[in-house]
């Protein structure tokens, strides 16, 4: 998909208004039901590609969306450092008054990105994130720690 950043914006409405009007938990069920019903192809290259496959996937959307992220794939272990999020530099940058992020933005990577690593037989943590553009995700092969 070519990079569209007022997506980014639009998306923010729209977690704002599901929350808004149905509430957090209603929210995540519609991020969850995003994640187990849209993202099938890549699921399957995640399964076929392993941690590889993750990363490749990761430094592509990011570099398309002109974010910056920091990988390092070692003992089984991907991490990804986002250093900078393409939703919140395009947010942060806009005039738009209902694109300021929602306090639980950052929220949706975490749990799409639990499921896609579920689904795929990998595992995610979101180790850090500030909030404001800035997180670090861990993946790795299997369940658990």
Known sequence: MAPI???????????NWFERNYGYSALEEYWKYIAENCFADVIEKFKDGGL??????????FSID?????????????TIEVTRCPDYEFM????????IPI????????????????KSGHMFRMDECDNN???????????GD
């Not at 942060?92 to 694109?99: A, G, L």
């Open 52 to 61: 590889d496959a993750i990363r490749d996937y990761y430094e592509h959307t």
């Open 5 to 15: 950043k007022e997506w980014f914006g639009l998306y923010n409405v729209i977690y």
């Open 103 to 118: 306090n639980s933005y950052c929220k949706h990577h975490e749990i799409i990105n639990s499921i896609l690593a579920e």
């Open 92 to 99: 942060k940058s806009s005039p738009n008054p209902h694109f």
């Open 66 to 78: 002109e974010g910056e992220c920091r990988t390092c794939l070692e003992n089984e272990r991907l």
């Open 133 to 143: 553009g800035r997180c670090k995700w861990m993946f790795k092969k299997g369940k």
